[in-house]
């Protein structure tokens, strides 16, 4: 069974910067596509960034584009969220999701992955 726990998040100001990681057990990971959702109060769950554990391919939204950075260390079964210059927008309840890379449909969507963590709070105070 597959167990994604995620940690790093906090309260910070605007400009700040926080990380976020993600500890997974369960099969091999190589197989899996890793990402990151956040979801703010009233709004949607929201696709942030996706990396494969082999980091030869990553992925965001444009809102976090030369900010944050996706990695994974294979070694620690770990997939981290460095976030730089944060801001109040990006307050949110950060969640780590993992899919198999064999699963079709987009990975912007959350709908397509199967495995999630609890979600770890991360405030940005202007």
């Known amino acids: 069974q597959v167990q994604l726990v995620e940690s790093g998040g906090g309260l910070v100001q605007a400009g700040g910067s926080l990380r976020l990681s993600c500890v997974a057990s369960?099969?091999?990971?190589?197989?899996?596509?890793m990402g990151w959702f956040r979801q703010a109060p009233g709004k949607e769950r929201e696709f942030v960034a996706a990396t494969t554990w082999s980091g030869s391919s990553t992925y965001y939204t444009d809102s976090v584009k030369g900010r944050f950075t996706i990695s994974g260390d294979n070694a620690k079964n770990t997939v981290y969220l460095q976030m730089n210059s944060l801001k109040p927008a990006d307050t949110a309840v950060y969640s780590c999701?993992?899919?198999?890379?064999?699963?079709?449909?987009?990975?912007?969507?959350?709908?397509?992955?199967?495995?999630w963590g609890q979600g770890t709070q991360v405030t940005v105070s202007s």
């Open positions: 999701a993992a899919r198999a890379v064999v699963t079709t449909g987009t990975i912007y969507d959350p709908v397509y992955y199967g495995y």
């Open positions: 369960g099969p091999t990971f190589s197989r899996f596509i």
